[in-house]
């Protein structure tokens, strides 16, 4: 029996899930009685290297895309759940741990359906797993009848009932077995995906009076008052050698098919339409893998299977089950595929939905952009991709716009300047790959010159450098009106240009400009409009310097100081001259004087005299000239008297010597 497994396979798959690559497991079908709770065991993977610092976590119910809307039942960033699921769902795993199991309580019959679990690990780390559990929820238990009892033979009927709730457990009784044999419980067992079931076994030994018996079993829960009950009827044969008309069962005799009896032949099979047993459910597929569609059906004849897309036949016959292969899978074989079983009697079909998962196309944009300055820029990006692609735009590695789960991109630039020219970027990407494509804005605008633009002399040399950013290309005159002369770029012995991108920058010389220069205003114009400046010259305070030279700077450096002494000198013999110390008429006292003349040398002192006054003027050095002095008289009796009323000033002492 398969729920005796010892080793599970699912839980196998679990410890060696420790792969480094995205993946997730879970059961693909669980069940659950109605009022209940059930816990979806689930255990996911992400690539080690993304370590990232918190784990989040989504559960969405009955489709796996967000683009769809589908409900939420559980979200770990924000605890906001559809209405449908408050106050029902609760993750009983740790996401930081790589369990996703999910508890839901209180179920009713809306529940059921398909669960998808979505890893949130930050930024585009986003995952929707296309592994999904099925949930089925139902309110009677399976009675388990073996296909053939015969009278006389022990057999052995099973009741199992879904053990997946961790708050209520289930215990099983029989109903009607009285007479029969005494039940046996087996316990609670786990199935071969993680589920687990509580099976009850009976063991008797039918008699022929036992045939169409009623047969039941009930699950309840203790504390509760969740009963539910589940029959089936015993259909017993007669044994070996049994006599006429035994073990005919209810219903025998309908549907036979006419024909006619050969003595001694067993009894014709009933005539049956064909009922589809067996078929896949919806099926996720990554690009270039092989996917294996099957369909099996029960009938009388055995019935033509077909299987069909859009209506063209992609394969039948006439079998019990078809097997459709599909190699290397593409984009173009996504959609639904439906088996179609047919005979004489009746006909049934089931569809199947195959979803290719795939990397988003190359993005396509609608070409390079050409735009005038002010003018409103629409740029869309659109791509293919299962499931939908993030779509963003950057430009230098700045994101201006982003979707998330959308197939195109819109950017919206309302009022375009020169710095919206550029190269940019539109990237798509998914779990199976990441694809771009780059494009370009290119604005166009009048010509604006820019700040650096200037000249700047050098001995005898000028040059103006003219920086112009425009779009297209303008073209650059430099214009001396003082001498009613332009130049312009094509004169390559006075004008050098060179663009890098937008900027186009123009540089004018001049030389053998002895005098003073001259004005230069750049002139730069292109197809949407003109602009001038007059460039300054660039620290022209130094502009004499360079016109003199170092040594005449030298020689104006000597007269300047020489001025500064000899007006200092100056100051001070008019401060002697009119000092108020003295009154009118009295020889003011001299400490020393220079205002001498010698008998029989008038010509030789005259001379000493004004050379050195020549040197002081120069700031020079020399040797006073030799006094030859009969006698010396200090007369310093005239002191004045400091009081209240007497300035400073007034207090200076002087005396003369006089040579006699």
């Given at each position: 029996m398969i729920f005796l497994t010892a080793l599970p396979l699912f839980w196998i798959m679990i410890s060696a899930s420790r792969g480094g690559h995205w993946g997730a497991w879970m059961p693909s079908s669980i069940s659950a009685f109605e009022g209940t709770c059930v816990s979806i065991p689930c255990r996911f993977d992400f690539p080690d290297e993304l370590r990232p610092a918190v784990v989040h976590g989504v559960w969405y119910f009955n489709s796996p895309y967000p683009k769809n809307y589908p409900p939420v039942v559980f979200k770990s960033r924000t605890?906001?759940?559809?209405?449908?699921?408050?106050?029902?769902?609760?993750?009983?795993?740790?996401?930081?741990?790589?369990?996703?199991?999910?508890?839901?309580?209180?179920?009713?019959?809306?529940?059921?359906?398909?669960?998808?679990?979505?890893?949130?690990?930050?930024?585009?780390?986003?995952?929707?797993?296309?592994?999904?559990?099925?949930?089925?929820?139902?309110?009677?238990?399976?009675?388990?009848?073996?296909?053939?009892?015969?009278?006389?033979?022990?057999?052995?009927?099973?009741?199992?009932?879904?053990?997946?709730?961790?708050?209520?457990?289930?215990?099983?009784?029989?109903l009607g077995h009285e007479g029969l044999g005494e039940p046996a419980v087996l316990g609670r067992l786990r199935e071969d995906e993680g589920t687990w079931v509580q099976v009850?076994?009976?063991?008797?030994?039918?008699?022929?009076?036992?045939?169409?018996?009623?047969?039941?079993?009930?699950?309840?829960?203790?504390?509760?008052?969740?009963?539910?009950?589940?029959?089936?009827?015993?259909?017993?044969?007669?044994?070996?050698?049994?006599?006429?008309?035994?073990?005919?069962?209810?219903?025998?005799?309908?549907?036979?098919?006419?024909?006619?009896?050969?003595?001694?032949?067993?009894?014709?099979?009933?005539?049956?339409?064909?009922?589809?047993?067996?078929?896949?459910?919806?099926?996720?597929?990554?690009?270039?893998?092989?996917?294996?569609?099957?369909?099996?059906?029960?009938?009388?004849?055995?019935?033509?299977?077909?299987?069909?897309?859009?209506?063209?036949?992609?394969?039948?016959?006439?079998?019990?089950?078809?097997?459709?292969?599909?190699?290397?899978?593409?984009?173009?074989?996504?959609?639904?595929?439906?088996?179609?079983?047919?005979?004489?009697?009746?006909q049934d079909n089931r569809t199947v939905e195959l979803s290719v998962m795939y990397a988003p196309w190359k993005p396509t944009v609608n070409g390079t952009v050409v735009a005038v300055e002010g003018e409103t820029v629409s740029i869309l990006c659109s791509t293919q991709s299962n499931p939908d692609p993030i779509i963003t735009i950057f430009k230098e590695k700045q994101i201006l716009a982003t979707v998330i789960y959308e197939s195109e991109l819109q950017l919206e630039l309302p009022a375009v300047t020169p710095e919206d020219d550029g190269e940019y970027w539109c990237v798509a990407e998914n779990q199976y790959g990441q694809r771009a494509t780059a494009f370009n804005l290119s604005v166009e605008f009048a010509p604006v010159i820019l700040l650096e633009s200037h000249c700047a002399a050098a001995r005898d040399t000028v040059q103006c450098l003219c920086v112009v950013k425009a779009n297209p290309e303008p073209t650059v005159a430099f214009e001396l009106p003082s001498r009613n002369v332009t130049v312009n770029e094509t004169e390559r012995e006075f004008v050098y240009s060179e663009r890098s991108g937008l900027l186009l920058s123009s540089i004018l010389t001049l030389r053998g400009q002895a005098q003073a220069p001259p004005r230069v205003i750049c002139t730069s114009r292109n197809l949407y409009g003109t602009k001038s400046l007059e460039l300054p010259f660039q620290g022209a305070h130094r502009l004499m310097w360079a016109k003199i030279g170092p040594v005449g700077a030298v020689v104006a450096f000597a007269i300047l100081i020489a001025i500064v002494c000899y007006i200092t000198q100056t100051r001070r013999k008019k401060n002697v001259t009119e000092s108020p110390s003295f009154s009118a008429?009295?020889?003011?006292?001299?400490?020393?004087?220079?205002?001498?003349?010698?008998?029989?040398?008038?010509?030789?002192?005259?001379?000493?005299?004004?050379?050195?006054?020549?040197?002081?003027?120069?700031?020079?050095?020399?040797?006073?000239?030799?006094?030859?002095?009969?006698?010396?008289?200090?007369?310093?009796?005239?002191?004045?008297?400091?009081?209240?009323?007497?300035?400073?000033?007034?207090?200076?002492?002087?005396?003369?010597?006089?040579?006699?």
């Amino acid at each position: 029996m398969i729920f005796l497994t010892a080793l599970p396979l699912f839980w196998i798959m679990i410890s060696a899930s420790r792969g480094g690559h995205w993946g997730a497991w879970m059961p693909s079908s669980i069940s659950a009685f109605e009022g209940t709770c059930v816990s979806i065991p689930c255990r996911f993977d992400f690539p080690d290297e993304l370590r990232p610092a918190v784990v989040h976590g989504v559960w969405y119910f009955n489709s796996p895309y967000p683009k769809n809307y589908p409900p939420v039942v559980f979200k770990s960033r924000t605890q906001v759940v559809h209405e449908s699921f408050q106050g029902r769902s609760r993750l009983l795993g740790d996401l930081g741990l790589r369990n996703c199991t999910l508890l839901l309580s209180n179920l009713s019959p809306e529940l059921g359906g398909k669960y998808y679990f979505r890893g949130d690990l930050g930024g585009y780390n986003q995952y929707t797993f296309s592994e999904h559990s099925v949930l089925d929820i139902i309110n009677t238990p399976s009675i388990v009848v073996p296909p053939e009892v015969v009278a006389g033979t022990e057999v052995e009927v099973s009741c199992m009932v879904p053990d997946n709730c961790p708050e209520l457990h289930p215990e099983l009784s029989w109903l009607g077995h009285e007479g029969l044999g005494e039940p046996a419980v087996l316990g609670r067992l786990r199935e071969d995906e993680g589920t687990w079931v509580q099976v009850s076994l009976l063991h008797f030994v039918p008699t022929r009076e036992a045939n169409g018996h009623r047969l039941g079993c009930q699950a309840s829960f203790p504390n509760t008052s969740l009963q539910f009950e589940g029959y089936a009827s015993l259909n017993v044969k007669c044994e070996p050698g049994g006599g006429p008309g035994a073990g005919r069962g209810p219903g025998r005799g309908r549907g036979l098919r006419r024909g006619p009896l050969t003595p001694g032949a067993p009894p014709p099979l009933p005539a049956d339409p064909p009922v589809i047993v067996e078929v896949n459910s919806s099926v996720e597929a990554i690009e270039g893998s092989h996917v294996s569609l099957l369909c099996g059906a029960d009938s009388n004849p055995p019935p033509l299977l077909t299987w069909m897309r859009d209506g063209a036949v992609l394969q039948e016959a006439v079998a019990e089950s078809l097997s459709l292969e599909l190699d290397e899978v593409t984009p173009a074989e996504d959609g639904v595929y439906a088996c179609l079983a047919e005979n004489a009697y009746g006909q049934d079909n089931r569809t199947v939905e195959l979803s290719v998962m795939y990397a988003p196309w190359k993005p396509t944009v609608n070409g390079t952009v050409v735009a005038v300055e002010g003018e409103t820029v629409s740029i869309l990006c659109s791509t293919q991709s299962n499931p939908d692609p993030i779509i963003t735009i950057f430009k230098e590695k700045q994101i201006l716009a982003t979707v998330i789960y959308e197939s195109e991109l819109q950017l919206e630039l309302p009022a375009v300047t020169p710095e919206d020219d550029g190269e940019y970027w539109c990237v798509a990407e998914n779990q199976y790959g990441q694809r771009a494509t780059a494009f370009n804005l290119s604005v166009e605008f009048a010509p604006v010159i820019l700040l650096e633009s200037h000249c700047a002399a050098a001995r005898d040399t000028v040059q103006c450098l003219c920086v112009v950013k425009a779009n297209p290309e303008p073209t650059v005159a430099f214009e001396l009106p003082s001498r009613n002369v332009t130049v312009n770029e094509t004169e390559r012995e006075f004008v050098y240009s060179e663009r890098s991108g937008l900027l186009l920058s123009s540089i004018l010389t001049l030389r053998g400009q002895a005098q003073a220069p001259p004005r230069v205003i750049c002139t730069s114009r292109n197809l949407y409009g003109t602009k001038s400046l007059e460039l300054p010259f660039q620290g022209a305070h130094r502009l004499m310097w360079a016109k003199i030279g170092p040594v005449g700077a030298v020689v104006a450096f000597a007269i300047l100081i020489a001025i500064v002494c000899y007006i200092t000198q100056t100051r001070r013999k008019k401060n002697v001259t009119e000092s108020p110390s003295f009154s009118a008429g009295d020889t003011p006292p001299v400490l020393f004087s220079s205002d001498f003349r010698i008998s029989g040398a008038p010509e030789k002192y005259e001379s000493e005299r004004r050379l050195g006054s020549e040197r002081r003027l120069l700031g020079l050095r020399g040797e006073p000239p030799e006094l030859d002095l009969s006698y010396s008289h200090s007369d310093l009796g005239k002191r004045p008297t400091k009081d209240s009323y007497t300035l400073t000033e007034e207090l200076a002492e002087y005396a003369e010597i006089r040579v006699k």
